[in-house]
């Protein structure tokens, strides 16, 4: 893509997550090819070898771990996790795969792209070798975990979380769940952010009575 600050390629199964990132580095200008799983994430790798692979580690079938360690062996693609796990056997798989980042859940976008921003500029300029050709991995980056709180932030732009919630719900594509939050809004004859925001606030008071 044209003008693209790079190409990421972010997997995570969980689809709200998967469609939040997704949304706010397409939005801070980068090319991102999304998967939420790890097969489908190694065959997207392939095709359009990526600048740098965003992995959630814990996912069924093939675990962020495997593909890191297919894109560092047969790809030498540099990749980054992005977890809520942070106990010492993850860290110590971390570094020895040879991350160039570790971010720890609960994140913002906000934080998120910071991050990437770097790791791309820096694998571009050749400053971050290839994890292939790693062969005693830096520390990787451990951001602090965020009050729960910290997210609300994203409601300035509900929509990617909206759409993150349809999809997950229903089973769709983002498209599908875009055009179907599109249909709602026209039916209740409101903004599409207006009703976007209105769905996650649900969303959200569903999940407070279910805990």
Known sequence: MQGSKGKVLVVDDDRLVLATVTH????????????????????????????????????????????????????????????????????????????????VKPLDVAQIVPTVEAAVSNVRKGTVPRPSLVTSPAAPV??????????????????????????????????????????LADADGRPLAMHAAALVDAAELLARHAD
């Open 24 to 103: 706010g580095l397409s939005q801070a200008g980068f090319e991102v090819i999304d998967a939420d799983n790890g097969d489908d994430a190694i065959l997207l790798a392939r095709e359009h070898r990526p600048d740098l692979a965003l992995l959630d580690i814990r996912m069924e079938g093939k675990t962020g771990f495997d593909v890191a360690d297919y894109l560092r062996e047969s790809l030498g693609t540099p990749f980054m996790f992005l977890s809520a796990f942070a106990d010492s056997a993850t860290v110590q798989r971390v570094r020895e795969l040879g991350a160039v980042a570790y971010l």
């Open 142 to 183: 451990l951001a602090p975990a965020v009050p729960p709180a910290a997210p609300r932030e994203l409601l300035s732009d509900p929509l990617p979380l909206a759409v993150g919630v349809l999809m997950h719900r229903y089973s769709i594509t983002r498209h599908q769940a875009l055009e179907r939050l599109q249909r």
